[in-house]
């Protein structure tokens, strides 16, 4: 079965500064999506990437998928206190559309 | 409107209660999906309906009993549950099954089984 593995698995940044988030497949990626969660909330959808080596931004979050489509980051410039959260990758699993599975989460936090 | 709607959004019971979850979308989503989080770990799928057809049940205990009566309204009944179910459990919806796509998701039910 495919898994993803996220690293770090925790991160704590200083206001203002830079950070990547990777995330690693098993198996080739047929889509990768990135969700944030709040302690005990739902998922809020980011970016979802399908192509490799494509790359999509929204405000300050930059994310990639490699060439091989195996291995996706997430990057945040300038972070904030609002970026933190739970940083969860996700993808269809085993090439089946729809049937999302997760990593671990990377939990980020912004010291102000 | 872009939201998935879950209620309660807490939940205590205890292990010989009957209650459900209830989830609901007005996006005109045709696929919905239950998915259980334990603490600190990732999602994990349990169903998926399907045109208001269950299409995916991963091996989850009888004791979990989802319902889809329209393309609106998910339900998941719970019957007999241990403690160790006691997690946030979390809907989503998607246009249609199959396609890929973002899932929408709500913010969940947390569940507590005394």
């Known amino acids: 079965s495919q898994e993803l593995e996220q690293s770090p698995q925790s991160l704590i940044v200083q206001e203002g500064k830079n950070l990547t988030i990777n995330c690693t497949s098993s198996k080739t990626l047929y889509g990768l999506y990135w969700y944030k969660q709040k302690y005990g909330e739902g998922l809020i959808f980011l970016m979802m990437l399908q192509k490799g080596g494509e790359e999509k931004s929204h405000e300050k979050i930059t994310a990639k998928l490699d060439e091989k489509k195996q291995q996706s980051s997430l990057h945040i410039t300038a972070s904030q206190p609002s970026h933190a959260g739970i940083y969860l990758c996700?993808?269809?699993?085993?090439?089946?559309?729809?049937?999302?599975?997760f990593g671990k989460g990377t939990k980020l936090s912004v010291k102000p | 409107d872009t939201e998935v709607t879950q209620t309660p959004k807490h939940l205590v019971m205890g292990m010989t209660n009957k209650k459900s979850l209830k989830c609901e979308q007005h996006?005109?989503?045709?696929?919905m999906y239950w998915y259980k989080q334990k603490a600190k770990k990732p999602p994990e799928l349990m169903f998926v309906y399907s045109y208001e057809k269950l299409s995916i049940n991963e091996s989850v205990p009888s004791r979990f009993s989802p319902e889809c009566p329209n393309s609106s309204l998910l339900n998941l009944h719970l019957h007999a549950l241990q403690p160790e179910d006691s997690a946030l459990y979390l809907c989503?919806?998607?246009?249609?099954w199959g396609a890929g796509g973002e899932l929408f998701f709500g913010e969940g039910s947390r569940l507590t089984v005394l």
């Open positions: 996700g993808a269809d699993a085993g090439g089946s559309q729809g049937n999302l599975i």
């Open positions: 989503a919806s998607s246009p249609i």
């Open positions: 996006m005109g989503h045709r696929a």
